[in-house]
C-alpha cells in the first residue's frame, strides 16, 4: 500500500483518532453523565467487596472524624459520621439501595402505564373514558401528600415504599401508550396483521410494542431521575427507607443537624444525588434527540 501521506507530516495514532470521534458523537457533558452513571452502576453492583467497613459498622472512638483532605486519617477517606461510622461505605450502600428503589419503581410505572394505555386502545369506549379519567386524576394530585399519607398509615414497609414509587408517573406512560397505539393502528402493519388472525398478544406485544419502544425508553430516562429525588425527598423526612438500612435520603437527613461541625456527612450524598439525576437527564434529552423520530 502506497503512503501518500506528506513527507514530514505524522498522523496522529488511532487512539487519538478514537477519542477524536468519540467526542463528535458524544458530546462533553453527555460522555460526563455516561461516565457517572456507569460508575454508579458499579458501585451498586460491587459495593459488598469495594466499601473499606460494613455499612452499619459503629466506633464511637473515631466518631465525627473528617475527611483525609481535611486532616482525618487515611482510614476513613471521607470521614465518618456522629456514630463512628465510615461515610465512603454507607455511601455506597445508599447508592446501591436509592437507585434499586428508583429502577424497580420505574420498571413498575413503565409497565403498569403501557399495560393500561394498550387496554384503553384496544377496549375504546367506557373503558378508554374510564382510562383517561384516571389519568387526568392521577395527574391532578400532589403525589408527594398522598405517599407521605400513605406511607404514614401503613407503615414503613420497603416492598409498600417501592410499590408506591411504582405508581408514580404511571400515567404518562399509558397516556403515551394509548396515543401512539391508536395511531399504530391505523397504519398499514397493523392492519395487515389483524387481518391474518393474528390476536391482540401478537399485535401488541409483536407489531406495536417494538415501534413504540424508542419514545417509552426515552420517557423512561427522563421519568428515572424524578424517582431518585422522589426516593430521597421522603427518606429523607424519615418515611422512606428504615434503618439500619441506608439511602442517599435518609443519609442527607440524618447529617443536616451536623451541616456546621460536620457537614460531609449530608454533603456527599448530596453531591451524589445532584450529579447521578443530571447524568440521567442529560442522557436522557441525549436519547430523546437521537431516538424520537417526531424530532428528526
Known amino acids: 500500500m502506497v503512503d501518500l501521506a506528506q513527507p514530514g507530516v505524522v498522523s496522529p495514532p488511532r487512539w487519538m483518532e478514537r477519542l477524536g ?12 453523565g455516561m461516565v457517572w452513571l456507569a460508575a454508579m452502576l458499579f458501585i451498586a453492583i460491587t459495593c459488598d467487596w469495594i466499601s473499606p467497613y460494613a455499612y452499619a459498622q459503629i466506633d464511637l472512638r473515631a466518631r465525627l472524624a473528617p475527611p483525609v483532605f481535611l486532616g482525618g486519617s487515611e482510614r476513613h477517606l471521607l470521614g465518618t459520621d456522629e456514630l463512628g461510622r465510615d461515610v465512603l461505605a454507607r455511601l455506597f450502600h445508599s447508592i446501591r439501595m436509592s437507585l434499586m428503589v428508583a429502577l424497580i419503581g ?7 402505564g403501557t399495560l393500561i394505555g394498550f387496554l384503553a386502545a384496544h377496549f375504546r369506549g367506557l373503558v378508554d373514558d374510564l382510562v383517561m379519567t384516571l389519568i387526568d386524576f392521577q395527574a391532578s394530585m400532589p403525589f408527594m401528600i398522598i405517599a407521605l399519607a400513605v406511607l404514614a398509615f401503613f407503615g414503613n414497609d420497603l416492598v409498600l415504599f417501592i410499590c408506591l414509587m411504582g405508581i408514580f408517573g404511571w400515567e404518562r406512560y399509558a397516556r403515551i401508550v394509548r396515543g401512539m397505539t391508536l395511531s399504530a393502528s391505523q397504519h398499514g402493519y397493523a392492519v395487515a396483521v389483524r387481518q391474518l388472525g393474528a390476536g391482540p398478544f401478537t ?5 406495536i410494542l417494538p415501534n413504540i419502544a424508542s419514545t417509552l425508553i426515552v420517557n423512561l430516562t427522563l421519568n428515572f431521575p424524578e424517582h431518585i429525588l422522589l426516593e430521597t425527598g421522603l427518606s429523607f423526612l424519615g ?3 428504615q434503618p439500619p438500612l441506608t439511602s442517599l435520603g435518609n443519609m442527607v437527613g440524618y447529617g443536616r443537624d451536623y451541616l456546621q461541625s460536620a457537614w460531609w456527612i449530608a454533603v456527599f450524598p448530596g453531591l451524589a444525588i445532584v450529579l447521578t439525576t443530571l447524568s440521567m437527564s442529560l442522557v436522557g434529552d441525549w436519547l430523546r434527540d437521537r431516538l424520537d423520530p417526531t424530532l428528526r
Open 21 to 32: 470521534r468519540i467526542g463528535r458523537n458524544y458530546p462533553p457533558l453527555v460522555l460526563f
Open 106 to 112: 420505574t420498571a413498575i410505572g413503565a409497565t403498569l
Open 203 to 207: 399485535i401488541y406485544g409483536r407489531h
Open 239 to 241: 418515611l422512606g427507607v
